[in-house]
């Protein structure tokens, strides 16, 4: 009887191993169990898996942001756009959007289907992945535009015979035909557009169509058909493949934690909260396999079981979260995993001569690598420093005593900004990132540009001198470079107090009288006036926008950020090819003509002021059509006489009424589509320093022809409604001689 419950018991036991040991290894191929979803919820959509956090269902989701709907088609949704794949351990998933599309048809005329996507919510957690989509534009002479709240982005395809190569390729999108941009980091939503004015009734004969696509990379290759069939759109209408990022909420690990209106996501054992700049995720931690979203989702690696990932030549102990390789009785574990017998002590002394011979030749080696790579390092940094014009900078400042100006190392610039921490980054712009940073206790600005071409390359040395003998008060001092690295860093003086964009359109309603805003247009029109007239070449800012014009701890206008600056051209055979600049700002002249003048210039700063008189952004994109522009919504009401519609009511009052009407017709001048019809930087700052002068004066609203000579041979002519700022034509003679 003894001897049967003892055969009985070791049958059980032998019974439940079994169990275990299949169940284990089902565990480790992956086969065991469904998607992980809430009880109760849909784990697949079609042929779609639907993992925790998403959810079919606000009941199955872990908050709105990651609620779908599956229809009775078996399409998986997320608002009106198909999802077609989920990846919770990459962090992505896959949806179909739409394309924009101009195209023009002698019976019907021209049509524009403009696409957009918006995931800019507070609850929403998905962001167009900058790693896996790019922006595409295709067609002949085509300028679109991807607009979202945080970034303006535009792409020109072209096929002008002006050009060296004018024959479109197959596979190939750098210009001709086809142009592909980077997407920016951080996008939620945009809204595509074409320049509707850019092409011409020639070009639509033989390329009826032009796209633009915000698409998977992986997913696009180029095809010359696509210019002149509607084979692009035929085949992704409406299933344009683009891949988004996504996170549990934008908050870091630390405040979700500590948030109440939002469940915090890591809740499985053995999972850790990871973070980056668009919000959090949880992963597994490392020895753990399965889903951190949920409660017991996270479970423990048999290593033991897979011998190619973690191979073990002896015995195999899997533990919790790792594993432990040893070796029988008589034998030890070499270097390479591997138990071999141990050896006699006859061997011993051998052995460890060999085994310090052999360490004493990898160390020569090491350090032999070691070295070369440094010469290596050192011939890489003397090339780019060579490339970038160094030589020549380095010899100009020897024959300049007393220049201001230095020469950084690579080393220096990553102790300034603690190897260019996140935590240091000041800003973002168009033509790179912009840290804090100290060098000798002395607070800086140090800017890392992201790209420069051959041609920048070549002068670049020769500018940067150029650009550091720029001494003006309000204008942001470049204080060196560093020339030793594959794209140059740049170092500015630290200006405190953020920008003109900011103090305008900032959330803390701040008031701001006339005269400051006067005060801190005339002091930038200053200093563009100075890049213009005074410094020798003459600079083109090529940027001028109110998020370039910093403003220091007494609020004293600076003009920043030179990344689109170029120095004037001697001959015609010098233009840009490229339309550069911030949309809502950029000269129409300069958008057909390619051609940066002084006048595009001033056609930005025009917009400037408008944002000062207004306190309104310089394109909305949330606005009407027609109204998106600020320029065009000001020349628009301007012609209707309701100019009152538009100006900030801090700054309508009976006193104003004869500055904001001058400062209006100035702005109006400015923003002339003729470039040679507008101002000069130097007259605009003179026109507003008289301004300024003669608001200082008490007399000024009680004598108005003191007034008047104040302000100059500025008059206005068929003006009506002046109490609601109406003007309907202005004729200015002291700004534009011969005019």
């Not at 191993?17 to 191929?29: D, E, G, I, K, R």
Request: with cysteine; proline share 4%; hydrophobic share 35%.
């Amino acid at each position: 009887m003894v001897k049967l419950i003892i055969l009985s018991s070791r049958l059980v036991l032998f019974l439940s191993s079994a169990v275990w040991w299949c169940w284990t290894t089902l565990a480790a191929a992956g086969d065991v169990g469904p998607v992980a979803v809430r009880p109760g919820c849909q784990a697949r959509c079609g042929d779609i898996d639907v993992p925790y956090p998403f959810g079919i269902g606000s009941r199955c989701a872990i908050h709105s942001g990651f609620v779908l709907n599956c229809t009775a088609t078996n399409r998986l949704l997320t608002g009106t756009l198909e999802v077609t794949k989920i990846s919770e351990p990459d962090g992505k998933f896959w949806m179909n959007s739409f394309a924009s599309r101009q195209c023009y048809s002698p019976a019907t005329g021209m049509e524009y289907i403009n696409a957009w996507v918006n995931f800019r919510t507070s609850s929403s957690p998905f962001f167009f992945s900058p790693v896996d989509n790019n922006i595409i534009v295709i067609g002949c002479n085509s300028l679109a535009y991807m607009l979202s709240n945080s970034y303006t982005v535009g792409c020109l395809a072209t096929c002008d015979d002006s050009h060296d190569n004018t024959t479109a390729k197959n596979g190939v999108c750098a210009g001709i035909g086809c142009c592909q941009v980077d997407v920016p980091k951080g996008v939620q939503n945009y809204d595509s557009f074409f320049n509707e004015n850019y092409n011409t009734t020639q070009t639509w004969r033989k390329y009826p169509c032009n796209y633009m696509a915000v698409m998977e990379t992986a997913a696009f290759s180029f095809n010359t058909t696509y210019l002149t069939t509607t084979e692009f759109f035929d085949r992704y209408n409406t299933s344009l493949p683009v891949v988004m990022d996504w996170v549990i909420s934008k908050k870091t690990c630390k405040e979700a934690k500590e948030d109440t209106t939002l469940p915090y996501g890591c809740i499985s054992n053995n999972s850790d909260c990871i973070e980056n700049e668009l919000g959090y995720r949880c992963k597994c931690s490392r020895g753990y396999k399965g889903n951190p979203y949920v409660k017991g989702g996270c479970t423990d690696i048999d290593e033991c079981l897979d011998n190619v990932t973690y191979p073990c030549g002896g015995i195999c102990t899997n533990t919790l979260g790792n594993y432990e390789c040893s070796c029988p009785q008589g034998k030890h574990m070499t270097d390479s995993g591997v138990c071999m017998p141990n050896q006699k002590s006859t061997w011993v002394m051998p052995l460890v001569g060999a085994s310090v011979g052999v360490v004493i030749l990898v160390i020569g080696i090491s350090c032999s690598c070691y070295y070369r790579e440094r010469r290596k390092l050192h011939k890489i940094k003397k090339k780019y420093f060579q490339q970038h014009g160094g030589f020549l900078l380095f010899e100009e400042m020897k024959s300049k005593q007393g220049i201001a100006f230095k020469i950084f190392s690579e080393e220096e610039l990553e102790q300034a900004t603690n190897k260019f921490d996140e935590q240091q980054i000041l800003g973002h712009g168009g033509h790179g990132t912009v840290y804090k940073g100290v060098l000798k206790s002395d607070v800086v600005a140090v800017k890392r540009c992201t790209t420069i071409d051959e041609q920048q390359k070549k002068e670049f040395g020769k500018e940067m001198l150029i650009l550091s003998q720029i001494n003006h008060r309000n204008i942001v001092k470049l204080l060196g470079c560093c020339l030793e690295v594959q794209v140059p860093i740049l170092v500015y003086e630290f200006i405190p107090n953020g920008t003109l964009f900011h103090l305008i359109h900032g959330d803390h309603g701040q008031h701001i009288s006339l005269s400051t805003r006067l005060r801190i247009a005339h002091e930038s029109a200053e200093a563009v006036a100075y890049l213009h007239s005074c410094a020798s070449p003459p600079i083109l800012h090529g940027d001028i926008k109110s998020s370039n014009i910093l403003l220091d701890g007494d609020y004293m206008a600076k003009v920043s950020d030179f990344g689109a600056s170029i120095l004037a051209p001697n001959d015609e055979s010098q233009f840009v090819t490229l339309v550069q600049g911030t949309c809502g700002y950029l000269d129409p002249e300069y958008m057909q003509t390619c051609q940066l003048t002084e006048k595009s210039d001033v056609y930005s700063f025009g917009v400037v002021l408008l944002e000062l008189l207004t306190r309104k952004k310089a394109f909305n994109l949330e606005g009407l059509e027609h109204e998106k522009s600020l320029s065009m919504k000001f020349l628009s009401l301007m012609k209707e006489g309701k100019l009152v519609d538009i100006f900030d009511v801090q700054i309508q009052n009976d006193e104003n009424i004869e500055y904001i009407q001058e400062t209006a017709a100035l702005a109006r001048q400015c923003l002339e589509m003729c470039g040679e019809n507008r101002p000069t930087m130097k007259e605009v700052a003179e026109k507003l320093d008289r301004l300024r002068k003669a608001m200082q004066h008490p007399w000024a609203h009680q004598n108005p022809e003191e007034l008047d000579s104040l302000l100059g041979d500025w008059s206005a002519e068929g003006v009506v409604n002046t109490g609601n700022f109406s003007i309907e034509k202005e004729v200015v003679t002291g700004l534009k001689s011969g005019r």
